[in-house]
């Protein structure tokens, strides 16, 4: 028993040693020969002996023991017997031989234990007899044990310093190896003095911008349309007309939706235990027919509007209120536009991005003067807080955040979503957010403040929708003012007005009714009508449910410029039932989860002024429970949360997004000026371009995202000359590394030039060009920084790399080729094109595939005909498939990471594989692959030999 107390604190001593030691106990006994054992000094004879047998280094370390007896004395593992030793308890002081095993084994454990870790080390000495102390004759034999099994300390020790510092050579200090601002700086960071009165929440929609102080209980909002003049004359196109021709089988569609849009109203009449008003459509249209109107006066107007008047040397532009009050006649030069629409930029009515920016900026730059009273030059002392939609396009987003911090110049920003705003403003952390918007409902699902991915829907149908559909069953029943038309600003804000005061889904509100209303135009008397409705106003809303009824055709139209990731993992429909789509996004959400699919059930907020309609959120309650997917889930109840505080949902976003800007989580997520411009977060715009094998190289293939490059469009520069989009001081250059690329059938090389705009202007574009058997396939990239960290990683993973000077001079670069030899080998090249301009040398069968980036599984868009010679494919059938259908098992992972290297960085990868031609056959080919807007580029040729794969462990 005493034994047992004595141990404890002896071992806690040892460990408290060795934690002293640390690094120094490390070396030490890394550079242990023997443990020395307290023993007789061994005659010469035997140290002869052992001389004899140890290898050279042995016998230096045996010579350094007994030459160093310091040294000998802090090796020992074991204490001696003839001294005290805190390892050996008080009452065995006094025995002279060593202890028995069991002794040793019983008292130092921890002893034993190093003793058996240093054995089980590749110690360089070998333990000979000599050394090592025999055993005591009748000892119990031991049972085996794994080494170090009731040790409480490291086996290497306690690291003292961070092991990265050491081991790595990546950096060794603890500073951020990006440039920029470390998170919470005071440089970006709102002023705690100024108690938030210095961050602004921008949330921009379709038809209004909202945007106010985080200081604040409600934002600003201002009508998101501007009013530009321009030298030539546009038609009015500001919003669809509903009087649009439709077909036989469109309108059969749109009144069997009719008809089960009004079944819907008299079931829930006759639920609600309510009588439908006999022959009220009479009634109604007798009315309309002969309804009086009255006029008033301006001085009799309190509501009388302030027109805009537009003089030939007015003002370039008008936003906002000025905007809508801006009579637009045919043949004016004023144009009015929405940069927003249907959830992203306005892409129908605008030309290219720069254009949408342009009328961004100045919109929200004259709100923030005039609304917030902040001057131009005093941005640089704000902070903006953007909420966006969940389905943003990332390319958009990065120039808008470039607008604001480079070009607005805010002090900071913080980007966040509409989704996970709506839940910080409705106070919870889980919940189904169903957005009704002007254009677009969104839908997704929020579980513990994040996004889930695959629960985001989106659908192009919103409270304009319901004015449409209100606005075409008044006409039905013979509106008094007939001559509404929606195209006009007027008109249209006349249909929103009436739509917020007459549409509802009460079923004790379904009745004849008689309202009155005002039609302003401009520069006119305004007009007193009487008007009688009747089911009208329920049915308008119900829309939402039933698509059908809408005219959609307009909607698709993308106009003439695009880029393609508008839906990154999301689904995007044109028109669907929002009923059907809030079920769909619980079920994706809950992925099988019961507790989360009654809980997402009873936890929808509707959000946005598309659903502020009088007891919407009831019916939008009974609809959801009607659907299918809820019937299967076996769900009993479903539940949409009021607003709280009997907050206005429309601006409940905002409020969300104010409240996030005042948490501590906040100070870490400002991005500023600095910061995004050093880490080159400003993605470069890029596009293809496949050129013919001749020596005018003609295009043959442009991608969409060119026009926004070039300003041509891609039929625009079919069959034009590749020189002619050149500088003429740059031609001969080009020349030269043309002729190299086709004579070396060169897989990747990388040209720094200056290509033509339509409007007469240059650009520089870096060009990477794949020789592809009959064609030459480039991806080209503006030049946003010469020294951005794309453009380096381009130029260091292309076999060949050249720049042309302003006066024509060629630079060799890149890693892979010597400058001067490089530069001296293409000087000497002959032309590879005869007298028909045709390649006269063997070429290498290679073909060249179009990958969709923007999907995990890298769809095939397009491939060329070789590939039905090389690796058997059939150009036709493999469009639509995924790439990893014919990769190997084997190399799929490394083939997949390659490929997301290539896009997330805009490198040039190399990729060797196995591809398999069916019939459980495979060819070894390698490709190249770079990556653009509109899609990656794979150049394929076969590999010789076998592909090499590292061992598994």
């Known amino acids: 028993m005493a034994d047992n107390n004595n141990n404890s604190p002896h071992s806690n001593t040892f460990l408290k040693n060795l934690s002293q030691k640390k690094y120094a106990w490390m070396e030490e006994a890394s550079s242990i020969t023997t443990p020395p054992f307290p023993v007789n000094k061994p005659n010469n004879t035997s140290e002869q002996k052992v001389s004899a047998e140890a290898p050279p280094r042995q016998q230096q370390q045996q010579q350094q023991q007994h030459s160093s007896p310091k040294k000998t004395k802090k090796q020992k593992l074991t204490p001696e017997p003839e001294i005290a030793s805190p390892y050996i308890p008080k009452k065995q002081k006094h025995i002279k031989s060593p202890p028995s095993n069991n002794m040793i084994q019983e008292t130092l454990p921890n002893v034993q234990n190093n003793i058996n870790n240093v054995q089980e080390m590749k110690v360089e000495t070998p333990i000979t007899e000599n050394i090592v102390h025999k055993p005591v004759e009748n000892t119990v034999p031991r049972k085996p044990q794994p080494h170090f099994k009731y040790t409480t300390f490291p086996v290497k020790g306690y690291n003292i310093l961070p092991t990265r510092n050491i081991t790595s050579t990546f950096a060794r200090n603890d500073t951020t190896y990006f440039p920029g601002n470390k998170a919470g700086a005071e440089e970006i960071s709102p002023d705690p003095e100024e108690e938030w009165r210095d961050t602004i929440i921008i949330h921009p ?15 600003k909002c ?62 109604v249209i007798g009315f309309n027919t002969t309804a009086f109107k009255e006029t008033i006066l301006d001085h009799n107007d309190p509501y009388k509007v302030e027109w805009t008047e537009a003089t030939k040397d007015g003002v370039d532009y008008f936003v906002g209120e000025k905007a809508i009050n801006l009579p637009v006649p045919k043949g004016s030069q004023y144009r009015i536009r929405y940069p927003w629409k249907y959830g992203t930029f306005n892409r129908q009515d605008y030309s290219s991005l720069n254009a949408v920016l342009g009328d961004i900026e100045a919109i929200w730059t ?43 110049n805010f002090r900071g920003i913080i980007v966040q979503q509409e989704s996970t705003c709506a839940t910080y403003g409705a106070g919870v952390s889980s919940a189904v957010v169903v957005d009704i918007g002007a254009q677009k409902t969104n839908i997704t699902c929020i579980e513990d403040g994040v996004c889930q991915v695959d629960s985001r829907i989106s659908i192009s149908i919103g409270g304009d929708d319901i004015t449409k559909t209100f606005a075409s069953f008044l006409l039905a029943n013979k509106f008094p003012y007939e001559n509404i038309d929606l195209s006009t600003t007027f008109d249209w804000r006349l249909a929103e007005e009436l739509k917020e005061k007459w549409c509802t889904m009460n079923e004790a509100d379904i009745s004849v009714q008689v309202y009155d209303f005002f039609a302003r135009t401009p520069f006119k008397p305004t007009l007193k009508y009487q008007c009688k409705v009747y089911d009208e106003v329920f049915l308008a809303p119900l829309c939402l449910v039933y698509p059908d009824i809408l005219d959609n055709k307009k909607k698709g139209s993308k106009g003439s410029w695009t880029v393609a990731n508008d839906m990154s993992n999301g689904k995007q429909y044109e028109s669907y039932p929002i009923d059907v789509a809030i079920a769909q996004s619980i079920v994706n959400a809950a992925n099988g989860s019961e507790e989360k699919l009654k809980r997402y059930f009873t936890s929808i907020i509707l959000v946005g002024g598309g659903g502020k309609i009088a007891n919407f959120s009831k019916v939008l309650e009974d609809r959801v429970l009607s659907t299918v997917l809820a019937q299967r889930s076996f769900i009993d109840r479903v539940e949409v949360l009021p ?23 906040a100070k870490d997520m400002w991005i500023g000026a600095g910061e995004w411009e050093e880490v080159d977060l ?24 060119v026009t926004e490059i070039l300003g041509y469009t891609p039929e625009e520069l079919r069959g034009f000359h590749g020189y002619k989009l050149t500088h003429p001081d740059e031609r001969a250059a080009l020349g030269v590394i043309h002729n190299a690329n086709v004579m070396e059938e060169r897989m990747s090389s990388v040209t720094a030039y200056r290509s033509l705009r339509k409007d007469g202007s240059y650009v520089e574009l870096d060009a990477v060009v794949h020789y592809c058997y009959d064609t030459l396939v480039s991806t080209n990239f503006t030049v946003t920084s010469k020294h951005s960290i794309e453009r380096k990683m381009r ?119 196995d591809w398999i031609t069916g019939g ?34």
């Open 795 to 913: 130029s260091n993973t292309a076999d060949y790399a050249q720049m042309i000077d302003d006066d024509g001079k060629i630079h060799i670069k890149g890693a892979w080729v010597d400058p001067q030899e490089g530069l001296k080998k293409i000087l000497g090249l002959q032309q590879p094109w005869g007298k028909n301009e045709k390649v006269e040398k063997t070429q290498e069968p290679r073909f060249c595939m179009i990958l969709n980036r923007y999907t995990t599984q890298s769809t095939i868009v397009f491939a060329t005909k070789v590939c039905e010679e090389l690796v058997d494919l059939n150009q036709l059938d493999c469009i639509g498939r995924s790439l990893y259908d014919y990769v190997a098992s084997e190399d799929a992972g490394s083939v997949m990471k390659q490929i997301e290297l290539s896009k997330s960085n805009n490198m040039i990868s190399r990729i060797r594989f």
């Open 366 to 408: 004259e709100a923030i003067i005039s609304e917030l009273e902040i001057e131009r030059a005093d941005f640089k002392n704000y902070n903006v807080v953007i909420v966006i939609p969940d389905t943003f396009n990332r390319t958009y987003l990065c120039e808008l955040v470039t607008m604001l911090l480079r070009y607005m």
């Open 222 to 283: 201002v009508p998101h349309v501007i009013a530009r003049r321009f030298k030539t004359e546009f038609p009015n196109d500001t919003t669809e007309s509903d009087m649009d021709a439709t077909t036989e089988e469109e309108e059969e569609k749109h009144q069997e939706a009719l008809n089960e849009i009004k079944s819907e109203l008299k079931w829930r009449m006759k639920n609600a235990k309510r009588r439908a008003v006999p022959n009220a459509e009479g009634q």
């Open 205 to 219: 929609g379709s038809r209004n911008l909202r945007l106010g102080f985080a200081s604040e209980a409600f934002p």
């Open 682 to 705: 400003v993605m470069e715009i890029s596009c293809i371009i496949i050129y013919d094998n001749t020596a005018s190289a003609s295009v043959l293939y442009a991608s969409e995202s």
């Open 920 to 953: 459980n056959k495979s060819s070894p080919v390698e490709a190249v692959v770079s990556c653009t807007y509109d899609g990656l580029v794979m150049v394929v040729r076969l590999a010789s030999g076998v592909i090499s794969r590292p061992m598994e462990s």
């Open 643 to 665: 607003a709280p505080r009997e907050l206005d949902p429309e601006v409940l976003v905002w409020k969300g997004a104010s409240v996030m800007s005042k948490l501590d989580i």
